[in-house]
């Protein structure tokens, strides 16, 4: 069952595509983001909401209302949670922040089963991982009208000193990996598995 918004044509455009890409929900084996922040020290503040876009200014069909435009736009590393109906789905990581991020996930609307604004269809050269997790979002709100929101950890800066031709020189290390890793093991450690909507981790960490 798909509720009345789906009437929109962006909607109505989308249901092959969802039916391809989206993946069922299981609230099983899960926690609520309450908790998981509370295991995690209480790192994590909700950032945005998740909601249908039916715009027809733009194509894409969900869109993210930050809480804080600043925090949202500002370029440092984050670990997120995708949070439904207060559980966590999905724990990531960005370099950038969550604005670039986000718009990642929205390339996931690029698949060959929808049409661009010229008719044409897309060539389908989106990430598989974005155009699952998009159109699981999207099919979702549809059918169920649950709500997600994204929850993040803004991550302290890590300097570290190399030598570089015998000069001791700082660097900012890259350090979302490793705190995305930590946090997917803790959900594991709580739950038994990983969340629904992830994929994997680095194994490195």
Same mark, same amino acid.
């Given at each position: ?5 789906s009437?929109?044509p ?13 993946k %069922?929900?299981?609230t099983?084996h899960?926690?609520?983001?309450l908790?998981?922040?509370e295991? /995690? ?5 909700k ?7 039916e ?12 809480v804080?435009l600043e925090? *949202? ?9 995708l949070?439904?109906d207060?559980?966590?789905m999905?724990?990531g990581?960005?370099?950038?922040g969550?604005k670039?991020? *986000?718009?990642?996930?929205? /390339?996931?609307? $690029?698949?060959?089963q929808r ?6 269809p897309? %060539?389908?050269k989106m990430?598989?991982?974005?155009a ?11 059918s169920t009208?649950?709500? *997600?929101?994204? *929850?993040c950890?803004k991550? @302290?800066?890590?300097?570290v000193t190399?030598d570089?031709?015998?000069? @001791? ?5 890259q350090?979302?990996h490793?705190?995305e890793?930590? /946090? ?8 038994g598995?990983?969340?629904?909507l $992830? ?6 960490y």
């Amino acid at each position: 069952m798909e509720y009345a918004n789906s009437t929109n044509p962006k909607f109505v455009g989308g249901a092959a595509a969802r039916g391809v890409w989206a993946k %069922p929900i299981e609230t099983a084996h899960t926690v609520t983001a309450l908790a998981f922040n509370e295991a /995690c020290q209480g790192s994590f503040v909700k950032y945005a909401t998740i909601e249908l876009d039916e715009s027809a200014r733009r194509n894409t069909t969900i869109i993210a209302n930050p809480v804080e435009l600043e925090a *949202w736009k500002e370029k440092s590393e984050r670990i997120y949670l995708l949070v439904r109906d207060g559980l966590v789905m999905k724990i990531g990581g960005t370099r950038t922040g969550m604005k670039d991020r *986000w718009g990642s996930y929205l /390339c996931g609307h $690029c698949v060959q089963q929808r049409n661009k604004k010229d008719g044409t269809p897309f %060539p389908g050269k989106m990430s598989v991982t974005n155009a699952h997790l998009y159109h699981t979002i999207e099919s979702d709100i549809l059918s169920t009208s649950a709500n *997600w929101e994204i *929850w993040c950890w803004k991550l @302290p800066v890590t300097i570290v000193t190399v030598d570089i031709l015998g000069e @001791p020189t700082n660097i900012v290390a890259q350090t979302f990996h490793a705190y995305e890793t930590k /946090c997917i093991k803790r959900f594991k450690d709580i739950t038994g598995r990983i969340p629904l909507l $992830c994929d994997n981790s680095d194994p490195t960490y």
